[in-house]
C-alpha cells in the first residue's frame, strides 16, 4: 500500500538531495551500502540495549536512502541490473538487522520469550514474502499481491517500536508484530496462489 502511494511523495522530496548527492559525485550504489550499515548500526547496536527511540531515529534517518539511490539513478542514466540488484539484496539486509536487533533484546535483556518469537516470526516470514516474489519473477511471472508488502512491515514496526521507546506500552508492539507475522504469512499464501494460477494456465496453453 505505501509502495503505490508514497512513492511519487518521497521521490519529491528527496530529488533536491539526490541532486546534490550526484553534483558531489557519489553514485547511488554509494548511498545504498551507506544507508544499510547506518540501519544496521541503530538496529543492532541501540536496539538490543532497549534504546528503541534511538534506535529508531537512527534508522529512519538512514531508510530513505532506498528511495534517494532510485532516484539517482534515474537522474544519472545509470539505472543498471548490478544496481537494482544490490538495492534489493540489501534491503533485505537491513530488514533482517531490524528484527534482529528486538529478537537480541527481547531474547536478552528484555527477557520475554514471546516478543523474540513474534520478532522472529516476522524476520522469517518477511524473508520468505520477498522471496516468493523473486522466486515468481525469476520463473518468469509475477507476484505482485498481498496486504503486507515490505514498505508497510517497515513503518509500523519501527513507528511502534519508537513510540515503545517514548513510553507507549510494550503490549502494543506486541499485537502489532503479532498482526504482521499473520499478515504476512497471508500474504505468502497470496503469492503462491497467483503464482500456481499462472502456472497452471502456463501449462494447459
Request: with cysteine; charged share 15%.
Amino acid at each position: 500500500m505505501l509502495n503505490r502511494f508514497a512513492r511519487a511523495l518521497f521521490t519529491k522530496i528527496f530529488t533536491p538531495v539526490a541532486k546534490i548527492f550526484l553534483r558531489m559525485g557519489i553514485s547511488p550504489d554509494v548511498v545504498t551500502i551507506v544507508g544499510t550499515l547506518g540501519v544496521a548500526f541503530g538496529a543492532l547496536v541501540f536496539y538490543p540495549r532497549g534504546s528503541f527511540f534511538w534506535g529508531t531515529v537512527i534508522i529512519t534517518c538512514f531508510v530513505f536512502s532506498d528511495t534517494i539511490d532510485g532516484v539517482m539513478a534515474r537522474m544519472s542514466g545509470r539505472s543498471s541490473t548490478w544496481g537494482a540488484y544490490l538495492d534489493s539484496t540489501l534491503d533485505r539486509v537491513g530488514d533482517g538487522a531490524v528484527f534482529a536487533g528486538l529478537i537480541m533484546y527481547y531474547a536478552g535483556k528484555g527477557d520475554d520469550n514471546v516478543m523474540a518469537a513474534l520478532a522472529l516470526a516476522c524476520l522469517v516470514l518477511g524473508s520468505v514474502v520477498s522471496y516468493s516474489k523473486a522466486r515468481a519473477e525469476g520463473l518468469g511471472m509475477t507476484a505482485n499481491v498481498g496486504i503486507a508488502e515490505r514498505a508497510d512491515r517497515l513503518v509500523a514496526t519501527l513507528v511502534t517500536t519508537g513510540l515503545v521507546g517514548l513510553g507507549l506500552p510494550q503490549i502494543v508492539l506486541g499485537v502489532v508484530l503479532a498482526l504482521l507475522a499473520v499478515f504476512s504469512l497471508i500474504t505468502v499464501f497470496q503469492r503462491m496462489l497467483t503464482v500456481r494460477k499462472q502456472a497452471l494456465a502456463a501449462a494447459a496453453e
